[in-house]
């Protein structure tokens, strides 16, 4: 009864560097997501895929990539790390693209990267 | 102007008490209304939805909606230390479409 996977849970990078940040979800969900969270900032969209085979900017999508890679995962890439992408990072999926009341989105415990 | 606003707390109520948690929106057209509850360390979970104006009940959880405003509480009776965490407001619909945005988060601290 896993629900959303998310691999690793902490990282520290060092400026400049890369990493591929993994989610895979068992419910057999159509749409998934990634937020990133920091203090006081509630948890903000980078990236979303409405169904397999598309991905869509969300409201900070500078400085990653992402990639649905089947219908169960989806990897969020940051190609040149920077400071200011040190927050916690949420993948989540839901049946219908926003998710609703009865068919929510699910969360991932979340993958807290730190670069220095 | 953040689309929508909580005030960050941490808001204190005794045990057994009455928590009032609130949030405002700035996008008239928002059509869902959705409350989180995030544990510390721990990833959100959802607890209430509510998608016309008045109040819904669940449990000890009560929402309330009034879309005139642009305003929408989570009310927890008989508070409990375990109900100590931050919540999460989100909204869907209007500019944002099917996406969820949320607020910064109430934290909430329920005292023996």
């Known amino acids: 009864n896993a629900g959303v996977t998310q691999t690793p849970k902490f990282q520290v990078l060092k400026t400049g560097q890369s990493m591929t940040l993994q989610c895979a979800q068992d419910m057999n969900h159509n749409s998934m997501y990634w937020y990133r969270q920091d203090p006081g900032m509630g948890l903000r969209l980078i990236y979303y895929?409405?169904?397999?085979?598309?991905?869509d900017k969300g409201e900070v999508p500078n400085g990653y990539n992402v990639s649905r890679l089947n219908k169960r995962e989806f990897s969020l890439r940051l190609e040149s790390a920077a400071p200011s992408q040190t927050s916690v990072y949420f993948c989540a999926s839901s049946e219908r693209l926003g998710g609703i009341g009865n068919q929510p989105q699910h969360f991932g415990d979340g993958t807290r990267l730190s670069i220095l | 102007q953040k689309e929508v606003e909580q005030n960050s707390g941490p808001l204190s109520v005794p045990e057994g008490a009455i928590a009032s948690l609130n949030c405002t929106y700035s996008?008239?057209?928002?059509?869902?209304f959705f409350w989180y509850r995030q544990y510390s360390g721990k990833s959100p979970e959802l607890i209430m939805s509510?998608?016309?104006?008045g109040d819904k009940e669940d449990g000890r959880f009560t929402a309330q909606l009034n879309k005139a405003s642009q305003y929408v509480s989570l009310l927890i009776r008989d508070s409990q230390p375990s109900d100590s965490a931050t919540y999460l407001c989100?909204?869907?619909?209007?500019?944002?479409?099917?996406?969820?945005?949320f607020g910064g988060g109430t934290r909430l601290m329920v005292k023996p």
């Open positions: 895929s409405a169904s397999e085979g598309t991905t």
């Open positions: 989100a909204v869907k619909g209007g500019n944002a479409g099917n996406m969820l945005t």
């Open positions: 509510i998608y016309s104006n």
């Open positions: 996008d008239r057209v928002s059509q869902s």
